[in-house]
């Protein structure tokens, strides 16, 4: 078997395109099959560059990997399999072939219809409460013209389309894989334009031409295509091609229950990526848009999606894209994902945020170790630079009475800083636990309040009423900063 993601290359991978890729992928996965990709980008007008490239660095990301078709090696476009090219730019001389077929067999006329003439039709049958629809019998086409004015106007080159001779009378049934059975009337389909005047197909036909050609099984996609399904259930038919399945995902909409789209936020794999959100956590929760994985398991790496995943599992209502479980989900890959990951990951942020990390590199155990404590406290890389300033910083700068605790006074913060700060250096192994340990050993012994010492250390280090714990601060800045970040607020008491 064989599912396929078909974008039209017109601007990024948005969210509702990557829960469709990955259906189809997952679903072709659990089946033993194969996911291709194909670009489909007939429709010149809407064409932007680097589209196909920022589409397929989207998926690679996500951890969908291409079997056949258009991928990307070291940056650059390629074609991957025997049934190609897989691109429909490259294939228009087939789409004019499988058209003429069509004209021949009498399935598919000519019409030459100018725009105003169509508009008037369109505007005649709305006035009378009509549906919209091509009038067969009643406009210029290969129907209505004698034998010869259509061969004069082919000659002279007029302007035309070909259109689909949608059976007159009819049902077109099939059964959807998320929706069941679904049925139309062939007096409700439109003649589809399936060639246009600049001799380009439409997507209908040159979709169906491809799935068939390059033996595509299941087509898995999104539910503002279900309305022109029976048209291309009919093309297959009409080609006497083996029609595929189809399974229609339901739309994705926000909070507010409107479609997502670009004017309500990021929805571009690309800002989520910029916003500091983890593939596994984006790929898991767009996993979970639309399908129930039958118990209450929620994280899922990519790897368990594609043993668990089913389309029976596939709801048909809308799924609501909510931000919150997003950036949930994010914290727990946060927390969970290896240190190292996460801190190469988090690298480019830092590097990107003006911060001062060019002494140190991403696997330098003292940029770890600060990442180490923050990631429990932030809900997205980029949070992390913001949250770690002051661990990079050369110097800090708060307001000095902040250094004093609510119950006490700055001859006590600095009191209580001078005796832990002696007590600090005489630590020979700088560690989370001696730090930790020493300090409070020391409190109990002394009889002190740990706010009493535990605050003032934690404004002298950190310049920050919310910041990690002064221990952790310690263990991460090393035992030099951590005397030198002390001393400095002794001096301001
Ligand atoms: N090119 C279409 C799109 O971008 C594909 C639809 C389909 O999967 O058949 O939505």
């Known amino acids: 078997m064989k599912t396929r993601f078909a974008p039209s290359p017109t601007g990024f991978l948005h969210v509702g395109g990557l829960r469709t890729a990955l259906f189809a992928y997952l679903y072709a996965r659990k089946q033993g099959g194969t996911f291709m ?10 064409l932007v560059d680097g589209a196909v490239e920022n589409m397929v660095r989207a998926l690679q990301w996500a951890g969908i990997t291409i079997d056949e078709g258009v991928d990307l090696e070291s940056d650059s476009v390629v074609q991957k399999g025997t049934l190609g090219p897989y691109i429909q730019s490259e294939r228009l001389e087939l789409y004019s072939k499988y058209t003429q077929e069509l004209v021949d067999a009498k399935k598919a006329y000519y019409a030459f219809d100018t725009s105003e003439e169509l508009e008037e039709m369109r505007n005649r049958q709305m006035l009378n409460k009509q549906p919209t629809r091509y009038e067969r019998h009643a406009m210029k086409n290969s ?47 439109d003649d589809q334009v399936l060639q246009k005047a600049d001799g380009f197909p439409t997507y209908h036909l040159a979709h169906v031409v491809d799935d068939h050609l390059m033996e595509v099984t299941h087509v898995i996609r999104g539910e503002e295509w279900l309305p022109s399904t029976p048209k291309h259930v009919l093309l297959f038919e009409a080609f006497g091609w083996d029609v595929p399945s189809y399974g229609h995902l339901s739309l994705l909409i926000n909070e507010q229950k409107q479609k997502l789209s670009k004017r309500h936020g990021d929805v571009s794999i690309e800002d989520f990526k910029e916003n500091g959100i983890l593939p596994e956590a984006l790929v898991n929760f767009v996993a979970l848009l639309g399908w129930n994985p039958g118990d ?8 368990e999606l594609e043993e668990a995943f089913s389309l029976s599992g596939v709801g048909n209502s809308a799924s609501v894209f909510n931000r919150e479980k997003l950036a949930w989900m994010n914290k727990q890959y946060l927390m969970s994902l290896p240190l190292e990951e996460i801190g190469k990951r988090a690298w480019p942020h830092f590097v990107n945020s003006g911060i001062d990390v060019s002494d140190l590199t991403a696997s330098d155990s003292m940029y770890l170790q600060a990442i180490d404590m923050e990631r429990s406290r932030v809900s997205a890389l980029q949070e992390l630079p913001e949250a770690l300033g002051f661990v990079f910083a050369d ?19 600095k ?5 832990a700060k002696a007590l600090l250096e005489g630590i020979s192994e700088w560690t989370l636990e001696n730090i930790e340990s020493s300090l409070r050993g020391w409190i109990t012994e002394k009889g002190y309040g740990a706010g009493n010492v535990l605050w003032p250390l934690r404004i002298s280090l950190s310049g920050q009423k919310n910041s990690p714990s002064p221990f952790e601060i310690a263990a991460a800045i090393g035992k030099g900063k951590t005397k030198g970040r002390i001393e400095e607020a002794i001096a301001q008491l």
């Open 37 to 46: 990709l194909r670009v489909e980008d007939t429709d010149r007008t809407r």
């Open 143 to 189: 129907f209505t013209l004698s034998a010869e004015e259509l061969q004069t106007k082919l000659d002279a080159k007029e302007p035309h389309v070909v259109r689909f001779a949608v059976p007159e009378d009819g049902r077109v049934a099939f059964t959807d894989l998320v929706r069941g059975e679904i049925s139309f009337s062939t007096k409700e389909i």
């Open 296 to 303: 209450e398991r929620e994280l899922f790496t990519v790897a």
């Open 395 to 413: 110097s800090l700068s708060y307001e000095p009475s902040l250094l004093v605790w609510k119950k006490a006074d700055a001859a006590e913060a």
């Open 415 to 419: 009191h209580m800083l001078t005796e």
